[in-house]
């Protein structure tokens, strides 16, 4: 699952993925459509085109680099320190054991449980 949250910690959207893919199949569908000011993720994002797609957006790009990035970019390492949201949101999230265990057999039925536990999660 990928979450984009808001500056707050909420839950703004989240794709469901297959447990084998790459964190980044399901990015272009995450960000489809959704304004944003700066992008914080942590080195599994350190792709190229999502770089690029952050500049065409004017967004700015605080993403941990990976040790074989040729040319390190400069990113505020003030702003990096924010992720933590959505790492707790993901703790927050993890507390629902229907959720942690992914009992539910559908997807449509585990998107309802994230919503519901979102809500409550929003709640507190």
Not at 68 to 83: G, M, N, Q, T
Not at 97 to 103: L, N, T, V
């Given at each position: ?15 469901l ?15 489809a ?5 700066a992008l ?10 999502l770089i ?36 707790n949101f993901?703790?927050?999230l ?5 959720i ?6 559908t ?7 994230i ?10």
């Amino acid at each position: 699952m990928l979450a984009l949250t808001d500056a707050l910690g909420n839950l703004v959207k989240f794709v469901l993925m297959p447990g084998q893919r790459h964190d980044t199949k399901g990015v272009r569908e995450l960000i489809a459509d959704v304004r944003f000011d700066a992008l914080l993720a942590d080195k599994a994002f350190d792709v190229n085109w999502l770089i690029q797609e952050l500049g065409k957006r004017g967004a700015q790009v605080v993403i941990s680099q990976m040790p074989r990035r040729r040319a390190p970019l400069e990113i505020d390492l003030e702003v990096y320190k924010w992720r933590h949201l959505i790492e707790n949101f993901f703790c927050k999230l993890k507390e629902f054991k229907r959720i942690a265990m992914r009992s539910d057999k559908t997807d449509s039925s585990f998107a309802a449980m994230i919503y519901l536990a979102a809500g409550v999660i929003n709640s507190r």
